[in-house]
């Protein structure tokens, strides 16, 4: 059966919460799910992606490609019976025009808080 080889996933974002489950074609590329996140992303959330470039896909400790499929990423396909996938996205902070890095360079240094991936 086709249905068989469908990837289930789940989509856990910075803060903790997840965008459902739903499941894939191991041939979808990372691309597409980045395009589907972004279609689904919590409306309430004060840090927003504005393209799939805005987001980063980790799975298993690895940054997921745009150009490459679930099954050339290695995902695995079948391994978690009845399993769902939780797969990491992680929003880039906007770039910073020449002007807005002046500013920052000459602003008073604040505490800031940085988060690490082990």
């Known amino acids: 059966m086709a249905g068989d080889d469908l990837i289930e996933l789940k989509f856990r974002l910075f803060d903790g919460t997840d965008i459902e489950p739903n499941k894939y074609d191991p041939s979808t590329t990372v691309a597409s799910l980045k395009e589907l996140i972004l ?16 987001l980063k896909l980790i799975n298993a400790g690895k940054i997921l490609e745009n150009n490459r499929t679930l099954a050339e ?3 695995p396909v079948g391994e978690l019976p009845g399993g769902v996938i939780t797969m990491h996205v992680v929003v880039r902070p906007p770039q910073l025009d020449k002007n807005s ?13 940085s988060c690490t991936i082990l």
Do not use: G, M
């Open 39 to 54: 279609a689904r992303w919590p409306q309430d959330k004060e840090i927003a992606p504005k393209t799939i470039n805005d």
């Open 101 to 113: 890095e002046k500013r920052l360079a000459n602003a008073p240094k604040q505490n800031r808080c």
């Open 73 to 75: 990423s290695r995902v």
